[in-house]
Structure formats: structure tokens, C-alpha cells
């Protein structure tokens, strides 16, 4: 479960003042010009510079900033959607990795940020190195930190190349690299727990790609038997008659790079009527044309905007954007977007900055 720091940042966080600094040049020098170190008054001069509150600033100073870094270091980056801790980075080109700890699963690898580390399930959408490059320093931190060997879901079509891309650090390395490869494709089920079950569906990219919708689990009564009573109901399950229905909900649907046509693929209806849509967004505004994003393989805000009506779900978490764009960039095409859809839309924005910073 991800953990988040409530305690709020400081409206004025401390300054570390360096020893070039105005405010340490209009105090006395240190030490004094007529103190000597000899002189048998330097205990009680120095005591009395100390007691001026420089050193004491200096010092607090310094605990806070350290203690600053330190709950950097703590508090992760994330967001609460639809009851999912989500967190991740996903930079077009650079690298993407989507975490859900609730699920303990990633959506593709990235360069393997230390969080994802500690996620059971790797589902991989296609084989470009933005999105796979840490699978094997994914696999190998676990072991280094004793964890069980992950599960790593792939599109078939690449499981021989991962197969012999560990085979590779294996032999370089001369380690052990463990873990459970899974060749899924799209329209089979996996089990990740007795409760929730994965899904590939087709995507359209530049190289072979699928997303991934995953599903909650629950069974209900069978129509046939509301009816009846509770001793009636427990007769009939304990004589071997089937008086449940399973029942798959789809809460999560990640697509990785796509095109839009994802969204006009009628066997993609579960990924549109997830409680959550992860989806990419690679450019936002008229510098490229949809063409332009069409040829790459990614889809462009604009066809977001005209396709709207197929996006069924309660929230669409926009990602990838190109590392062209800022911060200003992509809430501009949020409020675009949002216009247009009754889900909630998100962005994520790690690894983006300001135009004004």
C-alpha cells in the first residue's frame, strides 16, 4: 500500500545561507580581527558570537534541509484514482513505467525506477526500450533484495527475444535471473489471484503491441435460484450444481503506445469501460499533426477529442507526452480534453517541468 506524508511543506522553506551571503557579510568577522585564538577572553567572545543566533540559524538551517531531503526520499510521488495508489513516470521516448502497488503490478518496465521493484506482475506492451530497457535490472534488484521471482507478462511474439535477452546478462553477469515468463495474447486470461485476472487487447503501434485490462472477480447468484431460500440455495451447491455466475469487472486498462485506432476496435469495449483508462496522449498540440502522430505509431490529443464519445470510463489518466511539451502544455490539453468527456482526466507529469523554471 502506498504510503503518503501528510505534514504539509513549510510556505517558507528554510535558506541555507552560504558563506558568500550578504547576511553573514554584515556581521562581525569571524573570528574578530583583535581576537586572538591565544587570548584568554576566546572562550567567552566566542560563546558570544555563537549566542548571536548565526551559528544557531546555520545549524537549524542545515537540520531542515537535511531533513527536507529525507522526506523527499519518503514521500513518493503519486496520485489516489478510483481507489488506485498510481505513480510512475512516462516521458515519450525516454521511458515509461505506470505503478498500481494495490495491484502490485507494473505497466511496462521503463529504466526500472526502485518502486516498481517491489511489484509482483511486469506487464510489457511492446518491445521498444523506452518500455522494457529495466526488465533485466527489474528482475535482478529483486533477487538482490530477496524478494520471489516476479511474473513477466509478454505479447508472444517476443517471448523467444527476452528469453535470450536474460540469457545474455546471465552469462555476462554470471548470475541467476529467475522469474516466470508469460506468453499471453490478446483475448486469453491470466490469473494474478483468486480475485482479479489479466487481459491483453490489440493496440496499434510502429512494432507488435497490446494493452492490458485487468479484472476483479466476484460471482452471483444465478437468476434462476433468487428465489429460493438459504437452505435451498446450500442444498443445490453441496449436490454439485453450478448456482453462481462469475461476474468480470474490468478497473484498470493500460494501452501503452498506440494509435487511436485502439478506440474503433470493437473487442476493445472492456478497456473503454474500465473504472480506470491509462492511455497515451504523445502530442497535444498543432506543432505535429495527427498524421504526424500516426506514422510514429502514437495518437494525438486532438483525435482524443474527436473519438470522446468512445471513452465510457471514470477516469482517463493521460500519459507519454513528448519531453517537448511543459507542465503549461499538458494542462492546457487536459481542460481541452475534459471538455469533451464526463471522466475525470489526469495527467501524469513526472519528469515534466515548467516553462517558467
Given at each position: 500500500?502506498?504510503?503518503?506524508?501528510?505534514?504539509?511543506?513549510?510556505?517558507?522553506?528554510?535558506?541555507?545561507?552560504?558563506?558568500?551571503d550578504?547576511?553573514?557579510?554584515?556581521?562581525?568577522?569571524?573570528?574578530?580581527?583583535?581576537?586572538?585564538?591565544?587570548s584568554?577572553?576566546?572562550?567567552s567572545?566566542?560563546?558570544?558570537?555563537?549566542?548571536s543566533?548565526?551559528?544557531?540559524?546555520?545549524?537549524?538551517?542545515?537540520?531542515?534541509?537535511?531533513?527536507?531531503?529525507?522526506?523527499?526520499?519518503?514521500?513518493r510521488?503519486?496520485?489516489?484514482?478510483d481507489?488506485?495508489?498510481?505513480e510512475?513516470?512516462?516521458?515519450?521516448?525516454?521511458?515509461?513505467?505506470?505503478?498500481?502497488?494495490e495491484?502490485?503490478?507494473?505497466?511496462?518496465?521503463?529504466?526500472?525506477?526502485?518502486?516498481?521493484?517491489h511489484q509482483?506482475?511486469?506487464?510489457?506492451?511492446?518491445?521498444?526500450?523506452?518500455?522494457?530497457?529495466?526488465?533485466?535490472?527489474?528482475?535482478?534488484?529483486?533477487?538482490?533484495?530477496?524478494?520471489?521471482?516476479?511474473?513477466?507478462?509478454?505479447?508472444p511474439?517476443?517471448?523467444?527475444?527476452?528469453?535470450?535477452?536474460?540469457?545474455?546478462?546471465?552469462?555476462?553477469?554470471?548470475?541467476?535471473?529467475?522469474?516466470?515468463?508469460?506468453a499471453?495474447?490478446?483475448?486469453?486470461?491470466?490469473?494474478?489471484?483468486?480475485?482479479?485476472?489479466?487481459?491483453?487487447?490489440?493496440?496499434?503501434?510502429?512494432?507488435?503491441?497490446?494493452?492490458?485490462?485487468?479484472?476483479?472477480?466476484?460471482?452471483k447468484?444465478?437468476?434462476?435460484?433468487?428465489?429460493?431460500?438459504?437452505?435451498?440455495?446450500?442444498?443445490?451447491?453441496?449436490?454439485?450444481?453450478?448456482?453462481?455466475?462469475?461476474?468480470?469487472?474490468?478497473?484498470v486498462?493500460?494501452?501503452?503506445?498506440?494509435?487511436?485506432?485502439?478506440?474503433?476496435?470493437?473487442?476493445?469495449?472492456?478497456?473503454?469501460?474500465?473504472?480506470?483508462?491509462?492511455?497515451?496522449?504523445?502530442f497535444?498540440?498543432?506543432?505535429f499533426?495527427?498524421?504526424?502522430?500516426?506514422?510514429?505509431g502514437?495518437?494525438?490529443?486532438?483525435?482524443?477529442?474527436?473519438?470522446?464519445?468512445?471513452?465510457?470510463?471514470?477516469?482517463?489518466?493521460?500519459?507519454?507526452?513528448?519531453?517537448?511539451?511543459?507542465?503549461?502544455?499538458?494542462?492546457?490539453?487536459?481542460?481541452?480534453?475534459?471538455?469533451k468527456?464526463?471522466?475525470?482526466?489526469?495527467?501524469?507529469?513526472?519528469?515534466?517541468?515548467?516553462?517558467?523554471s
Amino acid at each position: 500500500m502506498q504510503v503518503f506524508l501528510t505534514s504539509s511543506t513549510p510556505n517558507n522553506p528554510p535558506y541555507l545561507h552560504t558563506f558568500n551571503d550578504p547576511i553573514l557579510h554584515s556581521c562581525p568577522s569571524f573570528p574578530p580581527p583583535n581576537l586572538s585564538f591565544n587570548s584568554n577572553v576566546k572562550s567567552s567572545r566566542l560563546e558570544a558570537i555563537k549566542g548571536s543566533g548565526i551559528f544557531s540559524a546555520i545549524g537549524k538551517a542545515i537540520e531542515e534541509e537535511e531533513y527536507r531531503k529525507a522526506r523527499a526520499e519518503v514521500q513518493r510521488k503519486g496520485f489516489e484514482i478510483d481507489g488506485y495508489s498510481i505513480e510512475g513516470i512516462s516521458v515519450g521516448g525516454h521511458e515509461t513505467c505506470v505503478i498500481v502497488p494495490e495491484l502490485k503490478c507494473v505497466f511496462d518496465i521503463g529504466r526500472c525506477p526502485l518502486r516498481a521493484v517491489h511489484q509482483n506482475f511486469v506487464f510489457i506492451t511492446h518491445a521498444h526500450l523506452d518500455h522494457i530497457g529495466g526488465l533485466p535490472m527489474y528482475v535482478a534488484t529483486r533477487a538482490l533484495y530477496s524478494l520471489k521471482p516476479p511474473t513477466i507478462v509478454v505479447p508472444p511474439c517476443i517471448k523467444e527475444d527476452v528469453e535470450k535477452l536474460f540469457d545474455i546478462h546471465r552469462s555476462m553477469g554470471q548470475v541467476e535471473l529467475d522469474f516466470d515468463l508469460v506468453a499471453l495474447d490478446i483475448g486469453e486470461t491470466y490469473e494474478l489471484r483468486n480475485n482479479l485476472v489479466v487481459r491483453p487487447f490489440k493496440t496499434y503501434h510502429v512494432i507488435p503491441s497490446q494493452g492490458y485490462v485487468i479484472y476483479s472477480i466476484r460471482n452471483k447468484l444465478k437468476k434462476q435460484y433468487i428465489h429460493l431460500k438459504g437452505k435451498q440455495i446450500e442444498k443445490l451447491k453441496n449436490s454439485g450444481v453450478e448456482i453462481t455466475d462469475m461476474i468480470l469487472s474490468p478497473e484498470v486498462a493500460f494501452t501503452g503506445d498506440t494509435t487511436s485506432d485502439f478506440l474503433l476496435e470493437p473487442r476493445n469495449a472492456d478497456a473503454l469501460r474500465a473504472k480506470l483508462l491509462i492511455t497515451e496522449a504523445t502530442f497535444l498540440d498543432d506543432r505535429f499533426s495527427i498524421e504526424d502522430a500516426r506514422e510514429r505509431g502514437h495518437t494525438h490529443l486532438f483525435e482524443l477529442i474527436e473519438l470522446a464519445q468512445w471513452i465510457r470510463n471514470k477516469t482517463v489518466l493521460l500519459t507519454h507526452f513528448s519531453s517537448r511539451y511543459h507542465l503549461e502544455d499538458i494542462r492546457q490539453a487536459v481542460s481541452k480534453l475534459q471538455a469533451k468527456v464526463s471522466a475525470k482526466v489526469v495527467p501524469l507529469t513526472e519528469g515534466f517541468k515548467s516553462m517558467y523554471s
